[in-house]
């Protein structure tokens, strides 16, 4: 198991700014993603956060408008780059604590752009 | 085409009722994984089931899955208020047995009315 504290947990965002949501877990973990939840939707995979090294981005998703960070194995940060009203989503940071097991996702970061 | 489909889109029950949702994905699969979201929250992983496995249990809930039909179905019995969510089923595309590279179904939005 693990805790996982997103923040902010919500913002209101002027367009054309940026914002960064960081993702602390409670343990060292391997694996750690970002998805996006726009309104009445499911979630999409956005990238998979690497611990020393750039992330792996998802196709439709790139790095100048989504960089992400991953400084050691309990935390990471996206950025949310140059924002628009289409941004406007739930964005939410999961981590896979054993390899196999099912994920652990966060309260995630309600989003909302004027 | 994207995995994991689920039906109906939205249900609502009294409480006591059973609630069964849903899902179908198109390509083969090491397992399939249900969450719940609550208003305003992260996913909660309620329950996992292999691919050699037909049905599974936790507590109040039964999954199956037939691989044939590339179909699975969450039942929860005996409903109560606070299951007032939506469900999500998701499949895995990660290479070694990892569980990274979910990808979701668009959900079922469950309201147990009291």
């Known amino acids: 198991s693990a805790v996982i504290s997103q923040k902010p947990s919500r913002d209101i965002c002027q367009r054309g700014t940026s914002l960064t949501i960081q993702c602390q877990v409670d343990s060292q973990v391997t694996m750690m993603f970002w998805y996006r939840q726009q309104p009445g939707q499911s979630l999409t995979l956005i990238a998979t956060a690497n611990q020393g090294s750039e992330a792996t981005y998802e196709s439709g998703f790139v790095i100048d408008k989504f960089p992400i960070s991953r400084p050691n194995l309990t935390f990471s940060t996206l950025t949310v780059s140059n924002m628009s009203p289409e941004d406007s989503s739930i964005y939410l940071c999961?981590?896979?604590?054993?390899?196999?097991?099912?994920?652990?996702f966060g309260d995630g970061t309600r989003l909302s752009i004027l | 085409s994207q995995q994991g489909e689920e039906d109906p889109q939205a249900l609502s029950i009294q409480e006591g009722e059973n609630a069964t949702m849903n899902c179908s994905y198109k390509t083969s699969i090491n397992n399939l994984q249900w969450y719940r979201q609550n208003s305003g929250r992260g996913l909660v992983h309620l329950i996992l089931?292999?691919?050699?496995?037909r049905e599974k249990h936790s507590g109040r809930l039964r999954v199956t899955l037939d691989t044939s039909k590339k179909s699975s179905s969450l039942l929860i019995t005996a409903s109560r208020a606070a299951d007032t969510a939506s469900y999500f089923c998701a499949t895995p595309g990660g290479s070694g047995g990892s569980n990274y590279k979910l990808t979701f179904g668009k959900g079922t939005l469950l309201t147990v009315n009291p």
């Open positions: 089931i292999r691919s050699n496995e």
């Open positions: 999961s981590v896979e604590v054993t390899q196999g097991q099912p994920q652990h």
